[in-house]
């Protein structure tokens, strides 16, 4: 087998040492543009689990990387004059050109031929190999010879950044945050050998431009960033080296391998420098190609795709947390207002990787901090208490703890009549200690429901039967329950989710605009003004009748492309009247809806309005329209913004993953000053205290864990060992077996997560 690799760095050094290590018969090609010594950037990244798998891999470079690498347990969060040490972290750094050159060293050895300062743009010339493994840095001259082929993306994101070194010695990995008058500038630094450290600049672009920096004037940037940073840089020189401004490309390839063409590197991914080196993520790759060249040496094609397979879904994950990460450092002047404690844990958890319990497993004194802050400003009766069994308060309305049943459909009314059903789902789920229940969507009228199973409150039957669910919950528990009220507009209309096919009569569905929700829907009437006030009429009566119900709060529906939804999204809204066009109108009926509940509804009991803060599709609802949607909500009255997303179009292209809606949440609460509830994919205590205590919401909705786990909340107490003091008398003798057991396994857990963790590979 003939491989020819374009681009000598570390991915593709490494990927030919293991090759050719297994296969000596194979003849490999290195072809780099560059001399030998040649080096951009300064020092690379990595973490002890990363240099244990190139332990197993090839002991030789192991042995050769590890003594030349600068070691670590510490991060460093410092903002301006205060700073705090997180322990437990096990990353190292070395020198890229170090590692260039004993990469290099390892391929001679064994037999891989190194071609330096060829410049390839030709692949004619190498009509005869097998493969070609482009990995050839982030502008791939070949990627994007082929950038159809390859279905190639490159987007620039919004920060600038600059990679410069410094004699400054560190003794741990440190983000120095500095506020200047035009801004929040982050220095993302650490040392990489003897004497010699990697200092990475990064700010928004509005502030670089304030500064006045230049793309490419070296000097002027070094002069005015060792001004900004003369207390970090202690009196030591900062160095360049092409340290030119630049945002960073996030580079994404839908197919990753055309013809005997295969990507690998950054010409394949990138990943953000925040949640560490691209370097990692380029040899973890070359591992994965070079296992399935081995186990495929005769059919090329087959080992590309055991390569996509065994490697796809790890670096879009990869690269989903290092977006996350990026986003955060994106609105650090967002996150600078917050108290240093929750500023330095909102910077550990950015990415969601990390959560609360894995700090508090690395570093309890870092936590206890951290948690001390947080509870001191709520009042918590005991510092150690987690922060979803704090109180939070909304107007009159004062919530045991910070965890919420989200709204979810049982479609199992008839005529929007709840019944028994309905009864033991609440009834139970208060008992288990929620602090806070939503009803599920609950139609204002019988045009308003979704399917023909769907709950109402616009008849004197619904509100006795509604009735009869909250009297039980406010005798017997101390939970609250709000009723969610909606309208279905575009939505309506439809089948039950185990149905078949719709089985009654349909009904006239109504929107914003006449424009069906997909091909198989029905198209809605653009609402006249007679039908705008008609509806909104009938959220006026629901409001009264929720009150009558007992309800202790409303949550108005406006999100997941429902009726007053669809006024908010210029996807579904493309009227030409007053209540279309710009965002402030396509606001006014909602508020309009929003006003009038408001003006009915008992002024002590809050009410929370639910939007989507993105459709997931091109043209749709903007970052600064829900902004502006959540302001005005505020400023009408609204107490809580629960933030969701997506479901306006059928085509959407949502980004899903764990707490996956929570940056969202952090927009609407940190930039509006609004409390917020989040949900998306939150599935454990961990990561609800890890949401609150960073400061993204301030209550988090269940979904789909209160299905089938009612006592969610009790397992989670327990768990804690908090001493909850609404468990019903009949249940209490259960506390004596319940946490105990939930003791055991936790200490059992984290006994696991420690024994688990990689050992550490310094010297």
Known sequence: MKITVIGGGPGGLYFSILTKKAMPHCQIDIYERNKPDDSFGFGVVFSDETLGEFLKRDMQSYELIRSKFAYWDDIIIARDVESVNIAGNGFCGCSRKTLLQLLQQRCLEEGVNLHFEQNVDDLSQFADSDIILATDGIGSAIRTQYQKEFGTKVELKKNRFVWMGSTKPLDAFTYFFRSTPHGTIVAHSYQYEEGMSTWIFECSDE?????????????????????????ELDGHPLISNKSHWRQFPHVTNQNWYYNNIVLLGDAKATAHYSIGSGTKLAMDSAIGLSDAVIANQNDVQAAFAQYNKTRRNTVEMIQYAAVVSLDWFENMDRHMQHS??????????????????????????????????????????????????????????????????????????????????????????????????????????????????????????????????????????????????????????????????????????????????????????????????????????????????GFDMIELQAHHGFLLASFLS???????????????????????????????????????????????????????????????????????????????????????GRMWQTPFSDAVRNTVHIPTITAGYIQDLDQINTIILNGRADLVALGRPLLLDANFVRNAQAYEQFQANDIPNPYKMGISHLYPLKAAERKQAEGMKKALKPKSNKL
């Open 207 to 231: 502030t670089w431009q304030k500064h006045g920096f230049e793309v490419t004037n070296e000097d002027d940037t070094m002069a005015k960033i060792a001004e900004i940073f003369a207390a």
């Open 340 to 549: 240093f404690q929750q500023f330095a844990f909102g910077c550990m958890t950015r990415s969601k990787k990390v959560t609360y319990e894995n700090l508090r497993l690395r570093d309890a004194t870092f936590t206890d901090k951290v948690l001390k802050e947080f509870n001191d400003k709520c009042h918590a009766e005991l510092v150690s208490t987690s922060p979803a069994f704090t109180k939070f308060k909304i107007r009159n309305l004062e919530l045991q703890n910070r965890i919420v049943m989200s709204p979810m459909g049982q479609y199992l009314a008839e005529n929007g009549l709840v019944n028994d059903w309905h009864f033991q789902h609440y009834t139970s789920r208060a008992l288990g200690g929620l602090g806070l229940i939503l009803t599920e969507m609950t139609a204002v009228s019988e045009t308003g429901r979704i399917t023909e199973g769907c709950a109402g409150i616009y008849n004197e039957k619904q509100v006795n039967a509604w009735k009869r669910i909250t009297d039980f919950i406010h005798q017997y528990t101390q939970t609250k329950i709000g009723m969610q009220l909606g309208h279905s507009g575009r939505k309506g209309s439809s089948k039950m989710p185990w149905q078949e096919q719709f089985q009654v009569e349909k009904w006239e569905l109504l929107s914003a605009s006449a424009i069906p929700f997909n091909k198989n829907s029905a198209c809605p009437k653009e609402m006249t003004l007679e039908d705008m006030q008609l509806v909104k009429n009938q959220f006026v009566h629901a409001a009264k009748n929720a009150n009558e119900a």
């Open 570 to 656: 210029p996807l579904t809204n493309i009227r030409s009247d007053e209540f279309g066009g710009s965002v402030e109108n396509r606001l006014k009926y909602p508020l309009e809806v929003f006003s009038a509940i408001r003006e009915v509804f008992p002024s002590e009991k809050p009410i929370s309005v639910r939007i989507s803060a993105t459709d997931w599709a091109e043209n749709g609802i903007s970052e600064q329209d829900v902004l502006v949607i959540s302001e005005a909500f505020k400023k009408a009255g609204a107490d809580i913004i629960n933030v969701s997303t997506g479901n306006t179009v059928a085509d959407q292209k949502p980004q899903t």
